[in-house]
T-cell receptor, first 113, second 111 residues
Framework: DADVTQTPRNRITKTGKRIMLECSQT?????MYWYRQDPGLGLRLIYY???????NKGEISDGYSVSRQAQAKFSLSLESAIPNQTALYFC????????????FGPGTRLTVT | QKEVEQNSGPLSVPEGAIASLNCTYS??????FFWYRQYSGKSPELIMS????GDKEDGRFTAQLNKASQYVSLLIRDSQPSDSATYLC???????????FGSGTKLNVKP
């Protein structure tokens, strides 16, 4: 079974809709991250969490919110989706004691029409 | 200046050659560095980490860290078409802070 899972894997939604992307991990890592990637571009950090009570904004947090429900779960919400939020979204985890290498989920392809 | 910078490429090498990928980093980045490989449409996958000055070898891959010059490189020996991917360099910030990713270098290995 995959260590980092994301649901859904693909989603098409309409402008103005609220949507939630979910991430779960079985690696036991404290740190979790949400990134977006646009075609041909690098990863951009949306939010990150170093433990359940710690949430931090990344470089592109506007229009997004997150919830860390447990050590293993980190959800990303788009409050009112807009077309330029169409992208590939990745969740990742890391463990500082293990070197802080990041392990990525398979990604969610989101299309906002 | 971005914390981690990479040439976007593409870097084209013939099969069997050595591919050399480079990244530079700013003073905001510490001395823990990572190389990830990302195939098109897939998630990044960690291939190497390096924490101290010098070289670290793992199979066909060698990571090199030069703290004085603030650059990290990845050498891929005997390049194969299956190595064609985008390679992301990342470095961790100081004080146990998060990692910063470069924008990636696309590598094409031609048969």
């Amino acid at each position: 079974d995959a260590d980092v899972t994301q649901t859904p894997r693909n989603r098409i939604t309409k402008t103005g809709k609220r949507i939630m992307l979910e991430c779960s991990q079985t690696k036991g890592h404290d740190r979790m991250y949400w990134y977006r990637q646009d075609p041909g571009l690098g990863l951009r950090l949306i939010y990150y969490s170093f433990d359940v009570k710690d949430i931090n904004k990344g470089e592109i947090s506007d229009g997004y919110s997150v919830s860390r429900q447990a050590q293993a779960k980190f959800s990303l919400s788009l409050e009112s989706a807009i077309p330029n939020q169409t992208a590939l979204y990745f969740c990742a985890t890391s463990d500082l004691t293990g070197g802080d290498e990041q392990y990525f989920g398979p990604g969610t392809r989101l299309t906002v029409t | 200046q971005k914390e981690v910078e990479q040439n976007s490429g593409p870097l084209s090498v013939p099969e069997g050659a050595i591919a050399s990928l480079n990244c530079t980093y700013s003073d905001r980045v510490s001395q823990s560095f990572f190389w990830y490989r990302q195939y098109s449409g897939k998630s990044p996958e960690l291939i190497m980490s390096i924490y101290s000055n010098g070289d670290k070898e793992d199979g066909r891959f060698t990571a090199q860290l030069n703290k004085a010059s603030q650059y990290v490189s990845l050498l891929i020996r005997d390049s194969q078409p299956s190595d064609s991917a985008t390679y992301l360099c990342a470095g961790r910030g100081y004080n146990f802070n998060k990692s910063y990713f470069g924008s990636g270098t696309k590598l094409n290995v031609k048969p």
